[in-house]
């Protein structure tokens, strides 16, 4: 049961009148007494909300940053006239800011025995599961004084998943792998390690891929042609310790991080690699094995929907035997990681031979922009100190990722919008050279 703004201004308006034409117990009682008889009429002849039957369809997935919408189907089995505002609660991250109130309400009218549809439009601002609050129901009177008001659990649950914006880059990065592989009119000359075919010799070509058995059973020379190789594995692993907490922009680490892992995974299932995906703090936070080319990328968007940084400290030795655990021939390990001092060289480098012995190791790292326009700006004082606070955060960037490579390790350290690229290339680099 509610009053309405109706009734209040109705009783204000009562009591105005009782205090200049009847100041008395009897002008009260002549005022509020007709008022209470019609809102108990009013709220007699109001629909019940208890009866009311409601179910829930719609979207169950979105991307972040996208439009979902779900619907409500309310059903009035009741003998009265449904007069009702509805309200379908959700988190307040299932809405862009300032859209809830609007988003949210419905003014509905339901005739006795018929339903009638209401959507509510959803903008989700985080990833993970939205989960669908109480919904709540004012049932008005004919008169709209005292309303009866109830809830409805009706769950129904949105998966909201990254949003991937480095797919834009797919097709140029396919296009280079087609030329790799020589499906276009780019040959590739004597890379990769898989022989493909033989072809007769053009100048320029290198003497090298000569066969010279070839060339012997026929009357012109002979080249053998490459491909990179296939069916590698790929093992991207996720980071998502306290470093990956840490917000570069408008996003924290593992936002970026997971875009770059997406590209990459999209693009070598297309290569024909088997791709798996890990991400682990202090334990395994998603897993994804053994899926085919076209499961790939699907199964890793799912997974990571869900994953959100821990405020802990990475256990190094638990990711790196984890790691070895999943990984056991021989693969391209893709660490995305941070490249902070003080984790790598307490956490990483003590364990990262047991890595670098059995498989090719990559480090992936998010480099925060705003550092390198504090290390380029001069214009005052406090600039000045503001520089060479970041220049030397640059100079330690710089000697960790030192470290890495000296113990053989790929590096690829990038600002979000150019790591997943700048990735992509580096495992293409790695194709075409036959070092996977």
């Known amino acids: 049961m509610a009053l309405t703004g109706r009734t209040a201004l109705l009783a204000a308006f009562a009591a105005l009148l009782v205090g200049v034409l009847a100041p008395s117990w009897s002008g009260i009682l002549a005022v509020n007494v007709p ?60 809405w862009a800011p300032g859209t809830e109130i609007t988003a949210a309400r419905h003014d509905v009218t339901v005739p006795p025995g018929e339903r009638r549809r209401l959507t509510t439009h959803l903008r989700p601002t985080r990833r993970g599961d939205h989960h669908s609050a109480r919904v709540t129901i004012r049932s008005y009177g004919p008169l709209g004084l005292l309303c009866r008001q109830g809830g409805h659990e009706v769950p129904w649950t949105v998966r909201v998943l990254p949003p991937f914006h480095s797919r834009k880059h797919l097709p140029s990065k396919l296009a280079r ?14 890379e990769g390690t898989e022989f493909d075919s033989l072809r007769e010799y053009i100048p320029g070509d290198d003497t090298r891929s000569i066969d010279w058995r070839a060339t012997a059973r026929q009357s012109t020379v002979a080249v053998r042609t490459w491909r990179p ?20 922009g408008d996003a924290p680490r593992l936002d970026a991080a997971m875009d770059a892992a997406l590209l990459l995974g999209a693009l070598a299932s297309r290569a024909g690699d088997r791709v798996d995906l890990l991400a682990y703090d202090r334990g395994i936070r998603a897993l994804v094995q053994g899926r085919r080319a076209g499961d790939v990328l699907p199964a890793m968007v799912d997974a990571l929907a869900t994953v959100e940084p821990a405020l802990v400290e990475t256990d190094a030795r638990g990711l790196v035997a984890t790691a070895l655990g999943s990984a056991s021939r021989r693969s391209l390990v893709v660490l995305l990681t941070s490249l902070d001092a003080a984790p790598v060289e307490e956490g990483l480098l003590p364990v990262l031979s047991q890595l670098t012995q059995r498989h090719t190791v990559l480090v992936a790292s998010v480099a925060d922009p705003h550092i390198a326009r504090m290390a380029a700006d001069r214009g005052t004082t ?28 790929t590096v690829v350290d990038a600002v979000p919008d150019d790591l997943a690229s700048d990735l992509a290339d580096a495992y293409l680099s790695l194709k075409s050279s036959g070092l996977l």
């Open 35 to 94: 008022l209470v008889v019609l809102c108990l009429l009013d709220f007699t002849l109001a629909a019940p909300v208890r009866l009311l039957r409601l179910a829930r369809s719609g979207a169950t997935a979105v991307r972040l940053g996208e439009p979902a919408t779900t619907t409500l189907t309310l059903t009035n089995p009741t003998r009265r006239p449904l007069r009702a505002r509805l309200r379908d609660a959700w988190p307040p991250s299932s």
């Open 177 to 190: 792998l087609r030329g790799l592989d020589g499906r276009t009119s780019v040959l590739t000359r004597g």
């Open 229 to 248: 190789e296939r069916d590698r594995r790929i093992l991207l692993v996720l980071d998502t310790g306290r470093t990956s907490a840490g917000r570069v």
């Open 382 to 409: 406090d600039a000045v100190y503001q520089a060479a606070a970041a220049a030397q955060a640059q100079e330690e960037r710089r000697r960790t990722a030192e470290q890495l490579l000296r113990h053989g390790v």
